[in-house]
């Protein structure tokens, strides 16, 4: 029942800060806070008494095995539908993070939201629930169902308390954006799951929507390659990969504080999740086909994300596009397909959740302050703060791969692992290192750095604001320092991805033509 707790936790918690909302904004912010600090403490309980080291194993060319914790009920029996949650390693990182993520999200907003809180939190609470269930369901239907679940939240909080910039479009359009290009990608990939659920059923004559059940599908090279592109086109459409990532930078410079630390912290995650979980296992053999285009868009998307961050005057809209380019090296990773690189996404996904939360918080607190986000109308505020610009260089440090922290770990770890399978691909990645050096010590210079003139100090970060940043400084240096914990929950199920993907790549990969001696 601890699954179907973390489920439904967050929708109750929704309703009551809605409810609540007649009676003042505190209530519904301590409620809020309350809910995601409880599922944080039952993700860290499923933590520290489970067993992470045997899940998933591959068996005859497929995933097998068992879930550590396991939930599965009819649902709608006629259509082989069941109410199937399941946790191994990987999920119980993801939705660890969530929940840190959720609760350091609750908080950040609680000056900057005054209108309608009630409402608001409902919304981010019912996103994080919708990002939970993405995490844990084992029935494809329901996936997809939890995968819409996070869209429409996520739309109200960009239209109704996002920020219209200045001369820009408004923020309804960057929602509208945002719900089209995400609903239409989601279309493809239910239809790809209906397509593979008919190929199931004409094989085995059995209607399910199983995941294990859904894994061991007979079917042809051509059909396997077909469907694999809608679920990838789905996922490179969320991640986002280029050139489908035109709604991102919108949708983080008019999304409120709160929703852009889910949205680049946990939605895209959602994304890196569904490569992991269901385009490698379910279609081996098309994904090693597909590997050399997929790993070219992620070279791409680490160039061009890094390229287009120098030109932005927007903070927001500058670490926007550091995310695209930190996107690229998880579809580097995913497709290289071997176990250091697959711990490196793993890594990356934790690490750059942690880091991009901080950078848009920080950005969202100095705009609070200074009321504007232009770096042409920042400079000099190192000397008009006392704590923040510490915390600034931190992130900022974290973002470019500072060794000692988990970005440095995680990008460390997809190259070495990339480079066994894909030498020239690892190393023209590499300019993407030094380009996020260059963006980074730009944004730190214009920010920070320059004439502060007679401008008067501006208000430092209170008590809420320092603990919020300090216990991502916190995890940061953890996962730099000492990564065996995560890495001893997740090696199962990287090992048995591996182990199942790395005969597919090795039949894709072109055979060498041998020299014929005279």
């Not at 929940?99 to 005054?114: F, H, K, T």
């Not at 239209?159 to 239409?184: C, E, M, N, V």
């Not at 397909?337 to 711990?343: K, M």
């Not at 400079?379 to 006392?386: E, H, I, N, P, T």
Request: charged share 10%.
């Amino acid at each position: 029942m601890s699954l179907l707790c973390l489920l439904l936790i967050p929708f109750i918690g929704g309703l009551l800060c809605w409810a609540l909302q007649r009676f003042g904004a505190e209530y519904a912010r301590y409620v809020a806070l309350a809910t995601m600090a409880l599922i944080l403490v039952l993700a860290v309980g499923l933590w520290l008494t489970g067993d992470y080291s045997q899940t998933l194993l591959p068996s005859g060319g497929s995933l097998c095995g068992h879930w550590v914790q396991q939930l599965s009920v009819p649902w709608i029996p006629r259509l082989g539908i069941r109410f199937g949650l399941g946790l191994d390693g990987l999920s119980l990182l993801l939705v660890t993070l969530t929940a840190l993520l959720g609760m350091l999200a609750v908080a950040c907003s609680w000056r900057e939201i005054q209108s309608d809180a009630g409402f608001f939190y409902m919304n981010v609470l019912w996103n994080l629930a919708g990002v939970i269930g993405v995490f844990l369901a084992t029935d494809l239907f329901l996936f997809f169902l939890f995968w819409e679940v996070m869209l429409v939240p996520m739309f109200f909080l960009i239209a109704l308390w996002g920020h219209d910039i200045p001369g820009g479009r408004p923020r309804l359009y960057a929602a509208i954006k945002f719900f089209i290009f995400t609903q239409s990608a989601g279309l493809v990939m239910l239809v790809a799951i209906l397509a593979l659920v008919f190929v199931h059923y004409h094989a085995s004559g059995v209607l399910t929507f199983g995941y294990s059940d859904l894994l061991a599908t007979p079917m042809g090279a051509r059909t396997e390659f077909w469907i694999m592109l809608g679920f990838f086109f789905a996922f490179a459409v969320k991640l986002p990969i280029v050139p489908f990532h035109s709604w991102l930078p919108d949708a983080h410079s008019q999304a409120p504080t709160a929703g852009s630390v889910i949205l680049a912290g946990l939605l895209l995650k959602t994304a890196a999740y569904g490569l992991l979980r269901y385009v490698l296992p379910l279609f081996p053999s098309a994904s090693a086909q597909l590997a050399p285009v997929a790993m070219w868009l992620g070279v791409l998307g680490i160039v061009y994300g890094a390229v287009c961050a120098f030109g932005q005057n927007d903070a927001k809209r500058l670490v926007a596009y550091t995310s695209i380019s930190h996107m690229g090296f998880i579809v580097l990773g995913v497709f290289a397909g071997t176990e250091e690189a697959l711990q490196g996404v793993i890594m990356q996904i934790l690490a750059h959740g942690i880091s991009a939360a901080g950078l848009f918080i920080l950005v969202g607190e100095i705009a609070e302050r200074l009321e504007t986000r232009d770096l042409r109308n920042m400079g000099g505020l190192w000397a008009r703060f006392s704590n923040l610009p510490q915390f600034g260089l931190f992130f900022i440090l974290a973002s470019l791969g500072l060794p000692g922290l988990g970005n440095f770990l995680g990008e460390f770890l997809i190259l070495l692992g990339t480079f066994k399978a894909h030498p020239g691909m690892a190393m023209l990645s590499t300019v993407g290192l030094v380009l996020s050096a260059v963006y980074s010590l730009i944004l730190m210079q214009r920010t920070f750095y320059g004439k502060a003139g007679a401008e008067a100090p501006l208000r430092d970060l209170d008590r809420r604001e320092f603990a919020i940043l300090s216990t991502l400084m916190a995890v940061m240096i953890w996962l730099g320092l000492y990564p065996r914990p995560f890495f001893e929950v997740s090696r199962a199920p990287t090992q048995a991805l591996q182990s199942l993907y790395a005969p597919a790549a090795t039949a894709a990969m072109p055979t060498p033509i041998a020299r014929v001696a005279p």
